[in-house]
């Protein structure tokens, strides 16, 4: 079963600002182009600017936000081209959703302790929460709802980057969504 | 030169609510689905739902919406596939900037004087925004600016669908765009 040949997957890397979901998207955006499977990569930020300028973050702008990609990756899938999220999706609803949109979605849950995310911080944008300097910020001022039943959990404050990029191209190879041959 | 084979081509259809946009649309996608041309229709409905919701129709929310949809072209056209988008996007400035971000741009006026549209209103809109029960309505109420420089113009109030379909078929095919052999 080679589900890659007639529609495209998603992989959707969901976790808390910080816990590595946009390193990882990148490296297995680049492991997917080397395995020739047609994939693109929609980051958060470059999601933000280009299809939801205008969108805040409460919790009904954060699912809107959420369905719009899945909307996106809906269209991309249909058509065999797999799609690389990484975007926080914080609430289980939006997430279920997705489930239901999307036949081919692989949940993959980006864990990583809030400790670890606030001293990482790349963006330095845990310490503008920690201030208040902005608000909503999820894991400090806005929920994070762990995800129940992931595909797949990547403990990213345990395991390299490497490693994690590894387990997800394990999964989709004997789930049938990509071949190494 | 077949620009198919390496990147798709978006195939936008503007001009005034009830012009023969989605018409239009709707055979020419089945002629290039019958050519094997992989495209998806994107129509104005069902952006708004998915892409918009929340967005209003003033003039920046009008070119947000284009922009929206632009960046959804490129991704897929990015990936070998076409689109076909009917909407009306009623600006220049917003119609300049697709042209700027997507390199297999055809700009199609669906032109059709504005009384033969009062006189189709296929949903009732016009009724409508002629007494004033919806504001903002193109044509109407909110301003149309016609293409300055269109790829190509249809005038669907003097031809039929089919001659309208085939003029857009063969200028893919004469552009290289699409191979009908």
Not at 23 to 37: G, P, Q, R, Y
Not at 79 to 89: E, R
Not at 122 to 127: D, E, Q, S
């Amino acid at each position: 079963m080679d589900k890659s040949r007639s529609s495209g997957f998603t992989c959707w890397l969901t976790g808390l600002p910080g816990a590595g979901k946009s390193t990882i998207a990148v490296e297995l955006v680049k492991a997917l182009d080397e395995l020739l499977v047609p994939c693109e990569l929609l980051d958060g930020d470059v999601v933000r600017t280009n299809l939801s300028k205008g969108l805040g973050f409460s919790r009904e702008d954060r699912n809107l936000n959420v369905s719009r990609v899945g909307f996106v990756c809906q269209l991309l899938n249909k058509h065999g081209i797999s799609a690389v999220v990484a975007l926080i999706a914080p609430y289980q609803e939006a997430r279920e959703q997705l489930r239901r949109t999307l036949p081919n979605l692989i949940e993959v849950y980006v864990d990583c302790p809030v400790e670890v995310c606030i001293e990482r911080d790349p963006k330095g944008l845990y310490k503008k929460a920690l201030t208040g300097e902005i608000s909503q910020f999820t894991g400090i001022s806005s929920p994070y709802e762990i995800p129940t039943q992931p595909d797949l959990r990547l403990k990213t404050h345990e395991e390299e980057i490497e490693d994690s990029v590894k387990k997800v191209l394990d999964y989709l190879d004997s789930n049938g969504f990509i071949s190494r041959g």
